[in-house]
């Protein structure tokens, strides 16, 4: 992002890629289009599941190269172009490949006052990959986004569109790479604020396997 | 009558007006530019912005809530709201740029909005001088910018298929062109990729954008985003002068502009006739220009030699004169107007020839039963209501291998390339021949070679597949004077542009042919046969007034517009 404010230039998409699967990977197995059927039904027009259809082929392929996207609109039977505009919309649709884990690290306002940039600085020296690079082995795509709403933990981070990361320190990054090196995912965990522990008497969500209670955030190297 | 007030100013309305589109037809200018009256209305570029109020109406009695002095409380929205997506009720109450002082300032911030990417580069833009942006920021703009940092640069000269040029910076992001290939022409080949200032119309990868109807989105874009790999760095818009006239290349009749500079047609752009072609026009009708300006014919020939007009008139009057009328064959033309084809015939008539027939030139499955036909000429219908019937080439074939044929008069047509007869079979067979091209493969065997003004040169009626009769003026001028040519000149020149810079009275690129009205006219003189018309207005004047198949086809009714004459069906 900063990049682009200091060099703002958009470059041209390649308009005839080599495609990244074959024809015979390029299919549906009978229970996933069962269950775009079944999300078929829910809108009013066969359209409107194209989000899921579109999430769904990222999971199954990693990623969303144009074929994939194709084969989601044919699936829907709706125009390749319009399922193409949804994809590129979307950041969390991944376009081009990515590491095995991607790390969303949130730089936007709340997180940068409290140390957003130093974490992912971190995280880029200690895994020697930029932001927006994949490392050497594979494993992890770093990449600095912008606001996820969990301003009240921050700094923060996301694992893969998934889980949340919050409260980050570096000890934590290094207890989180280690486990995600062996491929331990961490668990959702849910904070609250001080205002609703006092009312509530603690963090009372039983539907989550960890609660975090509120700490104040740090402050960025730079202001502190 | 329900009524709306726009800038204290009461109308009447009818139905469910859109309210941008209502002050488009009252003459009230709104701008806008993603607004198209043939597609939906996305409201995305918020430049028709105006304060749009409602009567109050009282909750007890269902009644407006009136104030002291007897009219309605009227409610404005919070917020202004889009011209382009409301839709008018009764008594609401509208203020556009010219009475609120918000709906100005609205205008001047969102053009300064519109402008904070857009490239500066309208000095060497296609769409300069035409450009809905352009002439909008001058009307209606800020002075200048406050955008102080650098401006993001996007992809430039894309051929995004064979036709149609993207420049990515230039687009304002209206997504007319997406809406085209969505709504109106249903290829699908076009959508915005990425988000915020990322994002451009682009093709999904794979995929060209070569749909036979591409170039209509270089005309609907309203900045030069999409611009003509055909016609690019060609012309100004203020060099050329634009003419009302019809595309001869199908059955269609779709109506055009033919943009001359120099005397050479530059580009072919629609002309909105909801009868007709509505706002659209195929790629093939904007690109088969090139006959109007290459290989044209100069001057008249007799037996391959150049020759005067007089002599090669006089020429095809000898002939004529010296054959028996079983031995002539008159071939009309459904490439000619309805005005040639009639004297023809009535030069045939006076003759003791047979009825002229004429060559169709259908291409089976070339059509799409939108504005592309299997009739590949203009006015086979035109023919047929003059009781002009196809030709039976066999049958020519034989008689003329038989020398049945003494003498062959063709209008604007080519009997060889058509494949009726050999050139060599026509050796023993006098030819006269209206031409419009050298490439005129029938020019070889012509006795007498009448160069014919082609529909960007000519005044004449046209009659569409659908019964539809169109007028057409001169684009271009041709060499020689002819009194009603200019005349018609003067009154095409509809000069949008208002400069005196286009060369319509140059010297070059003056094509030496002559109309068919004027040549047959004078060959039936020679003849001693009263052929005589003002002009092709008598013509049609004559021709409605005797053929209830033309029944009103006049040129004061015609206009613009055209006349759909009635469906003689059967009896053609």
């Known amino acids: ?157 996301q694992i893969t569109n998934g889980p949340y990361v919050m409260n980050l320190t570096e000890e934590k990054i290094d207890a989180l790479i280690d486990a995600l090196k062996r491929d331990q995912l961490p668990f959702f965990s849910s904070v609250t604020l001080p205002q609703d522990e006092d009312d509530l008497g603690g963090n009372r969500r039983t539907d989550v396997r960890d609660t975090l209670t509120y700490s104040a955030p740090p402050v960025a190297k730079t202001l502190g | 009558m329900p009524t709306v007030t726009i800038d204290n100013q009461e109308f009447e309305f009818e139905g469910n007006p859109i309210l941008l589109q209502f002050c488009l037809d009252h003459d009230i200018e709104l701008p806008h530019f993603c607004y198209h009256p043939a597609m939906s209305a996305p409201a995305n570029c918020r430049q028709c912005l105006v304060e749009i109020g409602t009567p109050e109406i009282d909750r007890g009695t269902g009644e407006p809530r009136l104030d002291e002095d007897g009219n309605p409380v009227i409610r404005f929205f919070p917020k202004m709201m889009t011209g382009c997506s409301e839709d008018i009720s009764d008594g609401m109450v509208v203020k556009t740029h010219r009475s609120s002082e918000l709906v100005r300032e609205a205008q001047k911030d969102n053009l300064e909005f519109l402008l904070i990417n857009h490239p500066l580069d309208c000095p060497i833009c296609d769409q300069a001088g035409n450009c809905p942006l352009q002439i909008q920021a001058y009307k209606y703009g800020p002075e200048g910018s406050r955008f102080e940092f650098r401006k993001v640069s996007k992809p430039k000269h894309i051929e995004l298929g064979p036709r149609v040029v993207l420049d990515a910076e230039r687009c304002i992001n209206c997504t007319r062109c997406t ?104 790629d093939e009708d904007r690109l088969d220009y090139d006959v109007f300006n290459e290989n044209r014919p100069e001057g008249p020939t007799i037996a391959g030699q150049s020759a005067s007009w007089d002599d090669a008139k006089t020429a095809a009057a000898d002939l004529l004169k010296n054959v028996d009328a079983n031995g002539i064959v008159f071939l009309g033309s459904a490439f000619a107007c309805v005005e040639d084809n009639y004297l023809l015939g009535e030069l045939a008539s006076a003759l003791g020839a047979a009825a002229p027939s004429y060559i169709q030139h259908i291409e089976p499955g070339a ?141 070059d690129h003056l094509v030496d042919c002559q109309p068919g009205w004027v040549v047959i006219p004078e060959i039936a003189d020679l003849l001693d046969i009263e052929l005589r018309f003002k002009g092709p207005r008598d013509i049609m004047l004559k021709v409605s007034s005797e053929n209830e198949a033309f029944g009103g086809a006049t040129y004061d009714a015609m206009a613009e517009p055209g006349v759909r004459l009635v469906d003689v069906g059967a009896e053609v």
């Not at chain 2, 009749?253 to 072919?268: E, P, T």
């Not at chain 2, 038989?402 to 067979?429: F, M, N, S, T, W």
């Not at chain 2, 007498?448 to 684009?475: C, M």
């Open chain 2, 367 to 507: 059509g799409d039963g939108w504005l592309i036909t299997d009739d590949k000429t203009p006015n086979a219908s035109g023919c047929e209501r003059l009781g002009i019937r196809p030709l039976d080439a066999t049958l020519l074939r034989s008689r003329i291998q038989g020398g049945d044929v003494k003498l062959l008069y063709v209008l604007q047509d080519d009997p060889v390339a058509a494949g009726i007869c050999e050139a060599a079979d026509l050796a023993g067979v006098s030819v006269i021949l209206h031409h419009t091209n050298t490439t005129n493969e029938t020019l070889v065997a012509a006795n007498v070679a009448l160069p014919a003004a082609t529909v960007v040169e000519t005044v004449g009626t046209f009659v569409n597949q659908d019964g539809h009769a169109q007028r057409v003026w001169p684009s271009k001028a041709i060499r020689g004077v002819n009194r009603t040519l200019s005349m018609e000149i003067g009154k095409s020149r509809a000069d949008k542009h208002g400069t005196p810079f286009d060369r319509w009275f140059d010297e």
């Open chain 1, 1 to 157: 992002m900063t990049d682009f404010i200091k060099d703002p230039v958009i470059l041209m998409p390649e308009r005839h890629p080599e495609p990244v699967f074959s024809t015979e990977e390029l299919v549906f197995t009978a229970e996933e289009t069962r269950q775009i059927a079944t999300w078929v039904s829910q809108y009013p027009t066969a359209d409107g599941a194209i989000m899921k259809v579109l999430w769904m082929a990222q999971e199954k392929f990693g990623f969303l190269p144009p074929e994939v996207i194709r084969l989601s609109a044919g699936a829907l039977g709706m125009p390749y172009a319009r399922a193409f505009g949804v994809a590129t919309f979307y950041t969390q649709y991944f376009k081009s490949k990515k590491g095995r884990y991607v790390l969303d690290v949130c730089t936007c306002f709340s997180c940068q006052i409290c140390g957003g940039y130093d974490m992912l600085h971190y995280l880029e020296e200690k895994l020697g990959a930029h932001a927006g690079e994949t490392t050497d082995d594979g494993l992890f795509t770093i990449q600095e986004v912008e606001c996820l709403g969990a301003c009240g933990s921050a700094p923060m981070l």
């Open chain 2, 179 to 282: 809406r085209f290939t969505t709504e109106i022409s249903e290829s699908h080949q076009l959508t915005i990729i990425e988000r915020s200032v990322w994002n451009y119309p682009m093709t999904p990868p794979g995929v060209d954008f070569d749909e036979p109807y591409s170039m209509n989105v270089i005309d609907i874009c309203p900045v030069g985003a999409l611009t003509s790999k055909d016609f690019r760095f060609k012309a100004r818009v203020w060099e050329m002068s634009s003419t009302p006239s019809i595309t001869i290349g199908n059955a269609k009749g779709s109506n055009c502009f033919y943009w001359v500079k120099d005397n050479l047609v530059q580009k072919v752009t629609p002309r909105t006739n909801m009868e007709v072609n509505e706002y659209w026009l195929p």
